[in-house]
C-alpha cells in the first residue's frame, strides 16, 4: 500500500497487488506513477482518510507532499510464474507492463483489466474482468476436474464461435417480420413470425433484410427471484451482412453482440 499525506493534513492511499515479484525499480516507477496521478488531480480510487467529504475537490490535493509510506499490505511465497510455450518477447513484455501500471496510477485500479473465461449462457457472461496485477486463474473458473478440465456445457447457451465484438449495453434496434410488425416470443418460446428485417442504426445502412437467422433460445433468468426475475429470447441474424446477436425483451429488441 502506498500512502502520502500533504501539507494541509490531505492524507491519500492506495493497496496494490501484483502477480510477480516488485523489484526496487518497479516498485520505484509505480510509488511516481502514483504521485504523478494524484497530484495531477486524479480521483479515480485513492481512498482518503481524516478528510471530510466537503472538502474534496476536483483537483485531488491542495499542498505539497510532506510524507510517503510504503506498507506492505500481504506477502505471500513466491511459487513461479508460467510463461507462455512458444517464447516470445519478455523485454516488450514487461515494457507492456510497465505502460499499464502507470495507465491504472493515472486513471485507478480497476480501469485496465484482462478478461477471464467463465461458464455462462451469453457471450457477456462467459467473461469475468479481472484488474491488470491481480492473480488470474490458471484455467478456467468454472472447469471440471479431470482430463481437460473444460467448462461444462450451459443449456440455452449461444453455441460456438464466440462473437468477436459484445457490446457494454445493447444497441436500440428493431427485428421485424415480413409485415414490418415486430418479432415477438410466447412464453413457451415460440416467435410470432420469422424475423425478416433487422433495423439498428449502428449497423451499416442502418441495417437490412435477415439473410438467415437461427433461434430463438428462450432465457429465463433468475426464475427464483420476483424482484430480479428477466425473460427474453435470443437470435443469431444475419443482416446488412454482418452476423448479430439480438435479445429480445418484453416489446424491446438490442443488439447485443456481433461477429466481425
Known sequence: MIEAETEHGERVARCWRHEGALTPAALAER???????????????????????AEETAAGTTGGLIRL???????VPASGRQLGFW?????AADRAGRALARVQGMLGHESVATPVPRGGRTPEERVRWVSWGEPRPARPE?????????????????????????????????????????VTVTGRG????????????????????????AGPWPHDLRWWDPQARRRRVLWQVVA?????????????????????
Not at 69 to 75: A, G
Not at 240 to 260: F, I, T, Y
Open 69 to 75: 509510506r510504503l506498507v506492505p499490505d500481504e506477502v
Open 31 to 53: 510509488a511516481r506513477w502514483q504521485l504523478e496521478g494524484w497530484l495531477a488531480g486524479t480521483r479515480a480510487g485513492p481512498i482518503r482518510v481524516g478528510v471530510e467529504p
Open 240 to 260: 446488412a451482412g454482418v452476423p448479430c446477436l439480438v435479445a429480445v425483451e418484453g416489446s424491446r429488441a438490442g443488439v447485443e453482440a456481433v461477429w466481425d
Open 190 to 213: 415460440e416467435p410470432s413470425a420469422s424475423p425478416a428485417a433487422l433495423r439498428c442504426p449502428r449497423l451499416p445502412g442502418g441495417g437490412g433484410e435477415v439473410t438467415a437467422w
Open 142 to 182: 468454472d472447469a471440471e476436474d479431470g482430463p481437460g478440465g473444460e467448462v461444462p456445457p450451459w443449456p440455452g447457451a449461444v453455441p460456438a464461435p464466440a462473437p468477436a465484438r459484445v457490446f457494454p449495453a445493447p444497441l436500440p434496434a428493431e427485428l421485424l417480420d415480413g409485415d414490418g410488425r415486430p
Open 87 to 91: 517464447g516470445g518477447d519478455q523485454a
